[in-house]
T-cell receptor, first 118, second 111 residues
Framework: GAVVSQHPSWVICKSGTSVKIECRSL??????MFWYRQFPKQSLMLMAT?????????EQGVEKDKFLINHASLTLSTLTVTSAHPEDSSFYIC??????????????FGPGTRLTVL | GENVEQHPSTLSVQEGDSAVIKCTYS??????FPWYKQELGKRPQLIID?????GEKKDQRIAVTLNKTAKHFSLHITETQPEDSAVYFC??????????FGKGTMLLVSP
């Protein structure tokens, strides 16, 4: 149980285009999902917290108009990188928290999406 | 906000030896401390976690200890194997708040 999928697993796009990444909880309902960014040999940096049915909460320094997050259902959150530039190239990973998990803040991670902007 | 420091950044051991990774946190209200293992290009996977009402937790070759007074927690891996080689991240959170991750430790286990 507690499986999180992400699609696509990798994507290459041209500078100036937009890319949408999907994050799905397959066997549980996730009222909260998180989007992280990870550069090579670095830690996971939280970009935003996505709550089902409400606006996402962005971390300081993350442009909400550039990284659009939509959490329209209890099993799906999407991250859209708008007007992508080479510096947006990174590994994007989502995680989901089981809404029925009680007081445990256990998060389950998706497999990640490797974005390369040319 | 919470700040998590992790040491060492790299750790090389011989197969069969023990490995210890340490983390400190800044917010005394933190009450959940997970450890994740991440292999190259793959997702972080939870290997063990501990809550603030427990001082130690063990799962086969892996154990985590928590010292709330000193605000530090450690991951202990015994009888290391080459397949234990990966990057390990500690994290801390308060209740249902976001996880704050350490910078990671690259563990290399040589046969």
């Amino acid at each position: 149980g507690a499986v999180v999928s992400q699609h696509p697993s990798w994507v290459i796009c041209k500078s100036g285009t937009s890319v949408k990444i999907e994050c799905r909880s397959l066997d549980f309902q996730a009222t909260t999902m998180f989007w992280y960014r990870q550069f090579p040999k670095q830690s996971l940096m939280l970009m935003a917290t996505s709550n089902e049915g409400s606006k996402a909460t962005y971390e300081q320094g993350v442009e909400k108009d550039k990284f659009l997050i939509n959490h329209a259902s209890l099993t799906l959150s999407t991250l859209t990188v708008t007007s992508a530039h080479p510096e947006d190239s990174s590994f994007y990973i989502c995680s989901a928290r089981d809404g029925a998990g009680g007081q445990i803040n256990e998060q389950f991670f998706g497999p990640g999406t490797r974005l390369t902007v040319l | 906000g919470e700040n998590v420091e992790q040491h060492p950044s790299t750790l090389s051991v011989q197969e069969g030896d023990s490995a210890v990774i340490k983390c400190t946190y800044s917010d005394s209200a933190s009450n959940y401390f997970p450890w994740y293992k991440q292999e190259l290009g793959k997702r972080p996977q939870l290997i063990i976690d501990i809550r603030s009402n427990v001082g130690e937790k063990k799962d086969q070759r892996i154990a985590v200890t928590l010292n709330k007074t000193a605000k530090h927690f450690s991951l202990h891996i015994t009888e290391t194997q080459p397949e234990d080689s990966a990057v390990y991240f500690c994290a801390a959170s308060i209740g249902w708040s976001t996880l704050t991750f350490g910078k990671g430790t690259m563990l290399l286990v040589s046969p």
